[in-house]
């Protein structure tokens, strides 16, 4: 006689109990784990687009954000920025139409504007960073070999505006109206930097790629040539700083001379009108000495005997005289 499990029995037992909802249960766990295997969905984040390719090949583009279902091991989801990216490329250099080499250093701000497109063109990021060094150094080198230095630099002709005080002095130490005459520019550094874009759009436009902000960081001139120009800058300051400096020693020299001629003028004023008044006083010292002398014959004899006085007081020291006793210098001399 066969042993029969009893183990296997209480399993066949529970099977033939529940069987009506262990297989459904069952068929819907495979579904769910092939389902989680194969990942037939994606997710997009706001600042995602994608481009869903189909044995390699785009198929479609998807740009708005959320849950979306792809074909499982036959679609492959491409996620590229949906987002503003900054390109900054190396600082260039580049001959102008009037041969001067200078240093140009450009910024872009960019975006993908096409996603199949820039697929099909550039596939990623990277690669697009690299396409645009190339771009963006051609349109720049095209425009600049285009236009003189001064259109590069400058955005008006406001330079031009000197005055004719400023004109005189500068002739003077030697500048020539030609030195004085500023290049006309017809367009400015503002107008080359859009020439820039546009020339780079008509490129970047086949790759899916649109500009949003082009611009001109600086421009330089090569190391070679920077100290030289700098040298001749200072020397240009330098002559003008020297006619304004002269400019003012003749302006100093001019009220000098204004002050010496008003100084010697009030002198001269001042010495007439002292002299009057001198003369005045002794006029009137004159007066009231005879006045006082003749008022009787003592008066006389002391004003006389004062003024002998004062004349002898008034001698030099260390002199000799030789007097007449007739003198009537020698008068007081004659009692001693």
Request: hydrophobic share 40%.
């Amino acid at each position: 006689m066969r042993e029969v499990n009893p183990q296997k029995s209480e399993y066949k037992i529970f099977y033939e109990k529940n069987k009506n909802w262990i297989v459904p249960t069952s068929v819907i766990a495979i579904i769910i784990a092939l389902f989680v295997i194969l990942m037939p969905v994606y997710v997009l984040q706001e600042t995602q687009n994608a481009v869903v390719t189909l044995l390699g090949k785009p198929v479609r583009e998807v740009t708005t954000a959320g849950l979306h279902f792809k074909i499982p091991y036959i679609e492959k989801v491409n996620i590229l920025p949906k987002v503003i990216m900054d390109w900054g490329g190396e600082v260039r250099q580049f001959p102008t139409y009037d041969k001067r080499m200078i240093l140009v250093d450009t910024a872009v701000r960019w975006k993908i504007k096409n996603p199949i497109v820039f697929f099909e063109s550039l596939s990623t990021v990277n690669n697009a960073m690299l396409r645009l060094d190339n771009i963006l150094d051609s349109a720049s080198r095209q425009v600049v070999s285009q236009h003189p230095f001064e259109s590069l630099v400058r955005d008006s002709n406001r330079v031009n505006q000197l005055d004719e005080r400023t004109i005189e002095l500068l002739l003077q130490q030697g500048f020539t109206k030609e030195d004085l005459i500023f290049p006309q520019i017809d367009l400015g550094r503002s107008d080359l930097s859009k020439e820039m874009r546009v020339a780079a759009e008509e490129e970047l436009d086949k790759m899916g790629i649109e500009i949003v902000n082009f611009w001109v960081k600086k421009i330089n001139y090569i190391d070679d040539n920077l100290k030289s120009v700098y040298e001749s800058m200072c020397a240009e300051r330098q002559k003008i700083a020297q006619t304004y400096r002269s400019e003012g020693e003749k302006y100093r020299e001019k009220k000098f001379g204004e002050i010496e001629e008003k100084t010697k003028e009030i002198l001269a004023t001042a010495q007439e009108e002292s002299r009057k008044i001198m003369g005045e006083a002794e006029a009137k010292a004159t007066e009231i000495y005879s006045k006082a002398y003749n008022r009787n014959d003592s008066t006389r004899e002391f004003y006389e005997f004062m003024k002998k006085m004062e004349a002898y007081r008034n001698i030099p020291e260390n002199v000799s005289l030789v007097i007449s006793t007739d003198s009537e210098f020698f008068d007081m001399l004659k009692g001693y």
